[in-house]
């Protein structure tokens, strides 16, 4: 499996933004995504980008605020959160999928690798 790290979390007002950063060990070409999970409540899917980049997906909930990219030769995986909200409080962790398919996934169950996770907290 692939090894992931994430990074950049951290407390924010709320209207502020932070930029997560996952490295992966070695070369990834998974499709990656990212999840979070706030306390007492079950882990949801935030964003995915397809192995290449080109396509992504977003949850309702951060379309428009959060943006999902990746930089392949650096073997990292970014998300990029603006106008964060005090419900977006959560721990963040990116993930690699088992498989490449024609679309990305939300289903949590599908990617086999995970980071150790990074708090945001973001303040009203």
């Known amino acids: 499996q692939v090894q992931l790290v994430e990074s950049g979390g951290g407390m924010v007002q709320a209207g502020g933004s932070l930029r997560l950063s996952c490295a992966a060990s070695g070369r990834t070409f998974s499709n990656m995504g990212w999840f979070r999970q706030a306390p007492g409540k079950e882990r949801e899917f935030v964003a995915a980008?397809?192995?290449?980049?080109?396509?992504?997906d977003y949850a309702d909930s951060v379309e428009g605020r959060f943006t999902i990219s990746r930089d392949n030769a650096k073997n990292t995986v970014y998300l990029q959160m603006n106008n964060l909200k005090p419900e977006d409080t959560a721990i963040y962790y990116c993930?690699?999928?088992?498989?490449?398919?024609?679309?990305?996934?939300?289903?949590?169950?599908?990617?086999?690798?995970w980071g150790q996770g990074t708090q945001v907290t973001v303040s009203s």
């Open positions: 993930a690699a999928a088992r498989q490449i398919t024609i679309r990305t996934s939300r289903i949590s169950d599908e990617y086999g690798s």
């Open positions: 980008i397809y192995w290449n980049g080109r396509t992504t």
